[in-house]
């Protein structure tokens, strides 16, 4: 079966879906048809100049996305549970039911696994399980897919949880990861291994492919850090229950998850041998952080 040729894709002015649009685009094969809710935002033009077709349509909108798949025999999904909650659940489906009722060879869905179900009920990520749950949907419903599970975006390092100065006048990150290793990867390189999956897409219908970068230790993440940039940084322990009572919004989801990697995924290294094996451009830590040291100086300020 020959793979699909002109890809729809959902998310494309964020993280995942841009990363994907402008792998497709890079390898001169594909032709990427992007969905946006504002054609005219600044993330929609530049897609557009890289040579998207960029049209309006919303994931709660079901009769826009069967329009916007009308001619794509490909999918990349993404949906985004920090802006819509248990919503993206609704939103994944209508995806799905889109695919079901158009020409679709291929799709590839951004979803991850059941925190809930496989903590026997302990853990409750619910950003994770609302993925699953469309995961869920479309095996049910039969589409041909591969299913993506992301490492947390080395980005997170930059955004969510920077090294911070401490009185001392050293630098230290807390998270509830202990010594098991957390896998991350960089945004930019989600679309190499999506790309790669849409080229044989023949070969990963029903799989699951986790994308992953590195699959480090957070103590391994902090000596990588501390030796590129110059710093001293260190990582320290914080329990889930301390985590979760910071109380920013989302603060037990992301606790949660933590304890989950913590606990349930003891590592991820088949996943990094696969995702190398797909894109082996995909970057480890240590050459991400490096390039991006200008970025780390502005957030560890
Ligand atoms: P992002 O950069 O925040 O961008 C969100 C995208 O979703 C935008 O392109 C937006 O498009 C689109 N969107 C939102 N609501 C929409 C709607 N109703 N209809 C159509 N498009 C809609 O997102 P991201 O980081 O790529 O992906 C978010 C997901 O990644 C989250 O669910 C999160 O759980 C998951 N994730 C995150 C990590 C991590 O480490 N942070 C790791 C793995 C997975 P417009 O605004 O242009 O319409």
Request: proline share 4%.
């Amino acid at each position: 079966m020959s793979r699909p040729t002109r890809i729809l894709i959902t998310g494309a002015t964020g993280a995942q879906g841009g990363s994907v649009a402008r792998h497709l685009l890079k390898t001169g094969h594909y032709q990427v048809r992007c969905i946006t809710r504002r054609s005219q935002s600044e993330a929609a033009r530049a897609l557009a100049d890289l040579g998207a077709e960029v049209v309006e349509a919303d994931l709660d909108d079901p009769p826009s996305l069967r329009v916007a798949l009308r001619n794509c025999d490909g999918v990349f999904g993404v949906t985004n549970y920090w802006e819509h909650g248990e919503r993206e659940v609704v939103q994944g489906c209508n995806l799905v039911d889109a695919i079901l009722h158009g020409e679709v060879r291929h799709s590839v869905l951004s979803t991850l696994p059941h925190t809930s179900l496989l903590s026997g009920g302990r853990l409750h990520v619910r950003h994770f399980d609302t993925k699953a749950r469309v995961e869920e949907y479309a095996r049910g419903r039969g589409i041909p897919a591969t299913f993506v599970h992301v490492a947390a975006y080395y980005e997170n390092f930059l955004k969510n949880y920077p090294p911070r100065r401490q009185r001392d006048g050293t630098y230290a990150f807390h998270l509830p990861q202990g010594s098991t290793p957390l896998a991350g990867v960089a945004v930019e390189d989600i679309g190499g291994v999506v790309a790669a999956i849409f080229d044989e897409s023949f070969w990963y219908r029903d799989k699951v492919i986790g994308i992953v970068g590195d699959d480090l230790t957070c103590e391994e993440y902090a000596g990588i850090m501390s030796r590129v940039l110059g710093r001293h940084i260190e990582y320290r322990y914080i329990s889930a229950q301390d985590y979760a009572a910071l109380g920013f919004p989302g603060a037990s989801d992301i606790a949660d998850m933590f304890e989950f990697y913590r606990l349930f995924v003891p590592n991820r290294k088949a996943d990094l041998i696969k995702s190398r094996e797909l894109y082996p451009e995909i970057r480890p830590f240590e050459r991400w952080v490096r390039e991006n040291a200008d970025k780390f100086a502005q957030a560890m300020s």
